[in-house]
């Protein structure tokens, strides 16, 4: 008997510390996995009942030399679909999930896959409430889709810039749908319209995202990027800093409140050298013609003052996104809206004889006189100078020396004049000048230009010898040579300050929102032509007094161009081109003001005029009068503009003193110069036209029925105000 009771005293013994035992465990299971784990848990609790979004950065604004914003932002109301939440919400409520089979492919392998039907989720889960509610849109099922599929935690956005009314009735009525959300955004805004839409260029969406970057969050919103121009060269610091969201989930996992938010940054200001009232009337100016283009540039330092192109575009129709038909209208134009004139290559006519005069100068022929018989003979080919071509007739030039050989824009003076002083002295110039490359300026689509010579000719027309016809032909800015308007401004402000070659200049400075200026662009002589040229003063200055009896003396080709209370200097041209079967010249104007101390250069190009004097050197004199004006005190009240439209209109003539300024008709006026040979274009288009987003039109599964709803605007108003319940949180 006493030995049972040791035994079952024994194995109580054994039970209790085996129960005890089980209690130490017990307690450091909890120990551990309350104090040691303690934190590891509570985030993986916290993070199921949390949803962080990614802000993106406010982009920094665009302004002018004098601080003007031309680019902002403004804020867009849009509406979000989140869409695993919105599937999460589908199968919890029903129980399952529609599935869609699709074919993809794996390392060239086809092979089937399946994945949630979203677009049937939302039309029957979502669309149906917003019907009733009024508040549908249509939208493309088929992008819907493909966003499942490739960018889940990128949020679909369905509508864009709702108005005031449509805006508080979703943030009244949303909470019951979860993954729906109402927010504010910001968005670009082009203040003036089309104004310098050539410069600015536009923003979207980019193309990749990064995936390393996105996993930190459960919604990525991704920064809008820059497609061109500006928007796109400047864009690292035109973007700024993305913010973060993190929201709250309640029991049922709809979005409560924000726990957490980091505001975004904006970036940076870039100043460019544009002087927004000149650049306004630059393109008010060229309003008068179809197409062409405008440079304006401060002679003293390459600041380009202004840049205009016609036809134009607004780029506000490109935010937030461009829809099919209008991006097919503007790329279908026949006129061209995207392409910017300014940067692309055309045979420049007579103005080129600047060039020309120089190189002649550098040879040592400057004093040189050369007779105007109404043509050279070249082998078998009679070039003519442009009296012989004039209707009617007009008698030739007879001698002349170089100054007045620009003033009469001789042709048969600057073939001899050419080839005296030899292709390769005018390409050497010409290159000193920054002919035939890139000015480097940062926009699209800028064309080199060609500076034509034997070895140019040999490589591009093998079939073809170097002659001294193909050296006329440059020398009067003819044959194969091409110049943009922005180099010939250059060259323009070479002349005009006495020899210095300033490299151009669009943008002066990059400046934080805080006030660091982190880049800046000084001026930039690219070359001396006194110093490295060997030019001297008074050289320059017989090309200089050439340009001033263009305008200012009976018998020059731009005496359309003469201000009464500023003395203008210029060069005219007029390249013939053939548009088919129709004749499209190329009609220019080069001119600097005033005379004495220079602080304007205007180049102007018109495509499809009848000549320089008559249609490219009225733009020239009307640009340059309004910019004086406004320095004596004018008023210039600057307001948004509606892009310029194109045509192929011939324009015979520009009289901005009278009521139509532009007067139409193809046939030469006495006294003008048409240049003989005909040209080639190279406007190097296509690189500028950077494709946007476009916004895809409904289809058939995106297709609502109700878009309208009838609260009154008051009652949103107040519900607006915080009134109804909303699925967005209250800040």
Sequence with gaps: MRKREIIAHRQVKILVSIIAVAFLILIAKLWYVQIICGDQYRAKIKGNSELTIRVPAIRGEICDRNGLPLVENRASCEVDFYLPDIVKAFKEKEGYLPMIKYQTSYRGMPFIKEEADIVKIVNSSIIPRLEKLGLAGDYNARKLQLQYRNNQEVPYSYRQDLDFETMACFKENNLELPGVTVSLKPVRHYVYGALASHLFGYVGMPREIDAKEASQFHFYEPDLVGKAEIELAYDRFLRGTPGKRILKRNAHGEIEEVEEEIAAQQGARVFLTIDAKIQYIVEQALRVVGRGAAVVMDPNNGAILAMASVPSFDPNQFIPSISKADWKRLIDDPTDPLTNRAMGAYAPGSIFKICTALAGIRAGIEDKEFTCSGGVQYGNKFMKCWVLTAKPPLPPHGPLH????????????????????????????????????????????????????????????????????????????????????????????????????????????????????????????????????????????????????VVNEDGGTAKKARLKKNIVAGKTGTAQFWRGHVKDNHTWFLCFAPYDHPKYVVCVLVQGAKSGGAVAAPLGA????????????????????????????????????????STYGADQEQGEVIDEETAVENSATEESKATPDISEEADAQGHVKNKKHDQGALGKFFNFLGGGRSATPKK
């Design 402 to 549: 170089l100054s007045d050989a620009i003033k009469k824009s001789c042709n048969a003076f600057f073939y001899q004049y050419g080839n005296a002083a030899g292709i390769d002295q005018i390409d050497v110039v010409g290159t000193m000048l920054g002919l035939g490359q890139k000015t480097g300026l940062p926009l699209n689509g800028e064309a080199p230009g060609v500076l034509p010579g034997p070895s140019w000719l040999a490589a591009n027309v093998p079939k073809e010898h170097w002659t001294m016809g193909h050296t006329a032909n440059v020398a009067i800015g003819q044959g194969f040579v091409l110049t943009t308007p922005i180099q010939m401004a250059v060259i323009g402000s070479a002349i005009a300050n006495g020899g210095t070659c300033y490299a151009p200049r669009l943008v002066q400075q990059v400046v934080a929102q805080e006030g660091t200026v982190l880049e800046e662009e000084p001026a930039k002589i690219k070359m001396d032509l006194k110093k490295e040229g060997g030019f001297s003063d008074g050289q320059i200055e017989k090309v200089r007094l050439g340009m001033w009896k």
């Design 622 to 661: 009307k640009i340059l009068e309004e910019i004086f004006a406004m320095e004596e005190g004018k008023e210039m009240k600057l307001t948004a503009l509606p892009p310029a439209l194109g045509s192929f209109n011939p324009i015979a003539s520009i009289d901005f003193a009278s009521a139509t300024p």
